[in-house]
Nanobody, 116 residues
Framework: QVQLVESGGGLVQPGGSLRLSCAASRMVFMIYAMGWYRQAPGKQRELVALITTGGSTNYTDSVKGRFTISRDNAENTMYLQMNSLKPEDTAVYYC??????????WGQGTQVTVSS
């Protein structure tokens, strides 16, 4: 089973930027569509960005124009560049496959806190 490790979170002021990384234990990004998810306190986990095996991307409306998903196949790593961060972006961010049947175990995630 693939292991996924998220990193790069932190505390940032509104309007700031962060770059999250998702390292996979084996090559998955060319096999499955992968996504970045987030879960805020008291809310369900939601998919915020995805990248297909062909490299197409899609975003939930609330992050369009601010977040960019990308991947480095050689490094088995996926990224989420987050700009113009807002307090409502505060959540634990996770990476995993988009298709439920293809998902591995959820990792620890990485905490993003946007606050002044």
């Amino acid at each position: 089973q693939v292991q996924l490790v998220e990193s790069g979170g932190g505390l940032v002021q509104p309007g700031g930027s962060l770059r999250l990384s998702c390292a996979a234990s084996r090559m998955v990004f060319m096999i499955y569509a992968m996504g970045w998810y987030r879960q805020a306190p008291g809310k369900q986990r939601e998919l915020v960005a995805l990248i297909t095996t062909g490299g197409s991307t899609n975003y939930t409306d609330s992050v369009k124009g601010r977040f960019t998903i990308s991947r480095d196949n050689a490094e088995n790593t996926m990224y989420l560049q987050m700009n113009s961060l807002k307090p409502e972006d505060t959540a634990v961010y996770y990476c995993n496959a988009v298709q439920k049947a293809a998902r591995g175990s959820w990792g620890q995630g990485t905490q993003v806190t946007v606050s002044s």
